[in-house]
């Protein structure tokens, strides 16, 4: 079974946010949830990542509810460039397992 | 520069050839994982290990073996080749504690 589940695409006007969710109702209290994006078909990039508060960096925000069971990757202001597909992954702390999902494609446009 | 490599990042090859997918990371990280990427399914964990001589199963090892001999090299070796295993394979490296995975750039593998 997935361990996330994602919108399969999404579109986002140059310049908005882009406010990509994730469902991860199954997610255990030893497990984080990080985000990264993949453009074509090249290397999966970090975005972000948190376990249960939220967290902000260059790239993005992550939202995580108080429950766990969801989050929300914000890019402030998307750009062409952020055209890619996000994935959102669950992981067991310290261990080297990433879950990833189908990923949502974002497709930013002019 | 802090990188992970793979090789070679394209591959044709017959069934039943023996190959070997190598990667290489210079960042001393102790985690190393492979993941293959098929259209619609996402990324799918091979196998990985959490340091050198220690690997494990992930989600679909069948038909798949690696080694850690030393801990900046990890290669996927494809015993017999077939072609279900025409993917897009990554390979990643992961430091202890809770931070992100860095991700090769990728080997394309086609198997006729």
């Known amino acids: 079974d997935a361990k996330t589940t994602q919108p399969t695409s999404m579109d986002c006007a140059e310049g908005r946010a882009a406010n990509l969710p994730c469902n991860h109702s199954t997610i255990s209290g030893n497990e984080y949830v990080y985000w990264y994006r993949q453009i074509h078909s090249q290397g999966p990039q970090y975005i972000i990542h948190g376990l249960k508060n939220n967290e902000t960096n260059e790239m993005a925000s992550l939202i995580i509810t108080e429950d766990r069971k969801s989050s929300t990757l914000i890019l402030p202001h998307a750009t062409l460039r952020d055209t890619a597909v996000y994935y959102c992954?669950?992981?067991?702390?310290?261990?080297?397992?990433?879950?990833f999902g189908s990923g949502t494609k974002l497709n930013v446009k002019p | 520069e802090a990188q992970v490599t793979q090789n070679p990042r394209y591959l044709i090859t017959v069934t039943g050839k023996k190959l070997t997918v190598t990667c290489s990371q210079n960042m001393n990280h102790e985690y190393m994982s492979w993941y293959r990427q098929d259209p619609g399914l996402g990324l799918r964990q091979i196998y990985y290990?959490?340091?050198?001589?220690?690997?494990d199963k992930g989600d679909v090892p069948e038909g798949y073996k690696v080694s850690r001999k030393e801990k900046r090299n990890f290669p996927l070796i494809l015993e017999s080749p077939s072609p279900n295993q025409t993917s897009l394979y990554f390979c990643?490296?992961?430091?202890?504690?809770?931070?992100?995975?860095?991700f090769g750039q990728g080997t394309r593998l086609t198997v006729v």
């Open positions: 992954i669950v992981r067991l702390r310290n261990f080297n397992k990433f879950y």
């Open positions: 990643a490296s992961t430091p202890t504690g809770d931070t992100e995975a860095f």
């Open positions: 290990s959490m340091n050198v001589e220690v690997t």
